[in-house]
């Protein structure tokens, strides 16, 4: 039972990159995901995330370039973004977490907690130049 992300990489600002966040052992139908980024020397902050009903929540640097969503497969959540900066360079971890739960930003590669179905990604570096 794990989340890996996917996707990551180098990009020039203003480019593209798409990350991929797949269950492997569980399905995300009924769990709230969430993508986070830690910079270095910086604290791990939520970016986006998406409920299990579609409610969809998006910090205010990403309003407007990043969107989330679910693939059909339930076991897929992608964060598409677009108008790359600089300052979005980070790892990036996807988090879920049952639905009755809340999602708490930790950054913290591979975290499990059965309690709350909780889990981490190993996380992907994304780097703007």
């Known amino acids: 039972v794990q989340l890996v992300e996917s996707g990551g990489g180098s990009v020039q600002a203003g480019g593209s990159l798409r990350l991929s966040c797949t269950a492997s052992?569980?399905?995300?139908?009924?769990?709230?995901v969430g993508w986070f980024r830690q910079a270095p020397g910086k604290e791990c902050e939520l970016v986006s995330s998406i409920e299990s009903d579609g409610t969809t929540v998006y910090s205010d640097s990403a309003k407007g370039r990043f969107a989330i969503s679910r693939d059909s497969n339930k076991k897929t959540v992608f964060l598409q973004m677009n108008s790359l900066k600089p300052e979005d360079t980070a790892v990036y971890y996807c988090a879920s977490v049952g639905s009755r739960f809340r999602l708490v930003s930790r950054c913290s590669r591979g975290y499990k907690d059965s309690r709350f179905l909780e889990r981490w990604g190993q996380g992907t570096q994304v780097t703007v130049s």
């Open positions: 052992g569980f399905t995300l139908e009924r769990d709230d």
